[in-house]
Every structure is written in C-alpha cells, then in structure tokens.
C-alpha cells in the first residue's frame, strides 16, 4: 500500500469552502495510511485540471473532494485510463454518492472505504459523452449522472445563482420557474433510428438518475450496464408537476402516465423552436441544444462497491 500514489483533487468553492477543509482532512488521512499523496487542487478547474494532467500517468487513483461538478471533473481526467476515481462527497447537492451510496459528511468512512476499495478488483462504470453542435467533437466533455435538458435544466440554472443548499436552492427555483414554464417543443433520435417530436416538460438522460439533491427521477438506473435511460415528463401540466414533486423525491413517480424511460445508447436532442435551453450535466452548464449524448461503456473505474450497492455478497 505504501508504494501507491494518489492524487488528491478538492474543490475550494464547494458547499462554501467546507470541501478545501475537507480535503485536507482526507489528505492527512491517506497520508496516515501509507499513502503518498500529491495535491493537484487549484483556485479554479483549469488549473486544477492543468495540474492533474501533469501527473496523472504516475497515479494509482484520484480522489476528488466536492460536489457533483469536480465528480464529474475527475471523471474526464481518469476516463478511459487504469487511474481510479474516488470520491469524497462535500458539496451541496452530492448526487453521485447519494446514487452510489456513498457517505456523506463523513470524510472518515470515505477514506475507509476508499483504502478498502483500493485492495479489491478493479470495478468500472459507465460515463456520458456531452456534445453539442456548438462544440466541435474534441471539446466533448464527459458526465457521470445526468443530463438535463428541459425543465430541470432551467431549475438548475436558477438554482446554481442561488445561496444555499442544493436541496433547498432546487426546491425553491423550482417554485419560481414553475410559473412561466410550459412544454418545450422537442425532436429526439435514439441510435440512428427516424427523428420523433414531443412535447415534453422534463427530459433528461440518466446514468445513475439521481439529481437535484436527491431526486430520485429513475430509480432503476444502473451505472454499468451499458446503456443510459431517456425519461421523459409529457402530456402533464404545471399542476400535475407540482403534485408529482413529491413522489419525484420518493421514487414512487414511475407509475404515472405521464412518466415514461427508455434504454439508449445515444441520444440527439434539438428544439423545433422557441427559447434557447442549455443542457445541464451533473449539475453544470454545457452547451445550448442540440445536444448530443452517448454511452461510454466502462469507461471510469470507480473506487466503489457496487456489490454491496446492489446486496450481492462480497
């Protein structure tokens, strides 16, 4: 174990500078485990990023302390690598490790965990590709969770201008959003097949399907079989997506006629017209739609227990 080199990755804006704290924290800890550990964190993720690439081809794994944006961070800088990514939860909404069962607010068992996971086989999952017509095909970036693309998109660009906790910050621009909204008008092709329109108040692309501080909007999601969900809200109202919010919290919407998924690989989707909508991944701005979304099949190993996620014996 001693002879493993880890990069550590924290983010010092997340949940309000906690995370740098945090980090440093979990930095010691490594440290105490016989681990060396090389701190690539930055002011901003350029730098940090800047500093990651350097070293990446010397890293055993590269644990990231923040939220879902420097999650799926570190996810682009691994993907497609032997490097491992682990991930300390510390910031505000954490919805990759609310899907992966991961503790939160307890830098401790993360790195439990994390030492644990790092004597095990290696265990991978699947990423997105994100690219939009506005970016060529190198600047495609990669997410881990989700990608939104109607009104949850636009509750999470409200939501990101706010002050307080993801939880919160979503409920409330929600509520505020809620108001003005009204069915986008899309066109969709799944992997290749014919171009179809809808109408749709939510559209999203799920990897682990969990987002907005823990909305759980497809709860069947699973990170590594291959394949993403395309879940889609149409044909309900402003006061059918109020009533469903809190079933959405639960998990318990996947019944309602208005809720639908379905299995793709890749996924276009464009707007027929009226506003600009920008697709949100993991909780961050990409580009404006069409937006253009792909599996990457395995493409990240996790230091995770997916086992224990799914009750299988170790």
């Known amino acids: 174990m001693s002879r493993l080199r880890v990069?550590?990755?924290?983010?010092?804006?997340?949940?309000?500078?906690?995370a740098?704290?945090?980090?440093?924290?979990?930095?010691h800890l490594l440290r105490l485990a016989g681990l060396s550990v090389v701190d690539v964190s930055g002011p901003s993720a350029r730098v940090a990023r800047a500093r990651a690439e350097e070293v990446i081809d010397t890293l055993t794994a590269l644990v990231v302390v923040g939220g879902d944006g420097t999650v799926s961070l570190g996810a682009s800088l691994v993907a497609h690598t032997p490097v491992r990514l682990g991930v300390v939860p510390a910031g505000s909404g954490n919805d990759f490790a609310r899907?992966?069962?991961?503790p939160v607010g307890s830098p401790e068992e993360s790195v439990r965990l994390l030492l644990h996971?790092?004597?095990?086989?290696v265990t991978a999952i699947d990423a997105m590709e994100v690219s939009s017509s506005q970016n060529l095909p190198s600047h495609r970036s990669l997410a881990?969770?989700?990608?939104?693309l109607g009104f949850d998109a636009l509750v999470n660009a409200r939501a990101n201008s706010a002050g307080r906790g993801l939880g919160s910050r979503y409920s409330v621009a929600l509520l505020r959003e809620l108001p003005a909204f009204s069915p986008l008008p899309y066109w969709v092709e799944v992997d290749g097949e014919e171009r179809y329109e809808v109408d749709a108040t939510l559209l999203t692309v799920a990897n682990t399907g969990v987002f907005g501080g823990g909305i759980r909007f497809v709860p069947d999601s699973i990170?590594?079989?291959?394949?993403l969900e395309l879940a889609t809200v149409a044909g309900a109202g402003r006061r059918d997506l109020l009533r469903m919010m809190p079933r959405l919290h639960r998990g318990t919407h996947v019944c309602h006629p208005a809720f639908s998924t379905r299995r793709v690989r890749e996924v276009t989707?464009?707007?027929?017209h009226g506003r600009d909508v920008r697709a949100y991944a993991d909780g961050e701005a990409r580009g404006l739609l069409p937006v253009t979304v792909r599996i990457a099949p395995g493409a990240v190993r996790i230091l995770a227990d997916l086992d224990r996620l799914r009750g299988e014996p170790a």
């Open 144 to 148: 881990l969770g989700n990608v939104s």
């Open 117 to 121: 996971a790092l004597s095990r086989p």
């Open 99 to 102: 899907a992966l069962e991961l």
């Open 7 to 18: 990069g550590l990755l924290s983010n010092p804006t997340a949940a309000r500078g906690a």
């Open 223 to 227: 990170v590594d079989d291959g394949l």
């Open 269 to 272: 989707v464009g707007l027929r």
């Open 20 to 27: 740098h704290r945090t980090g440093r924290q979990v930095a």
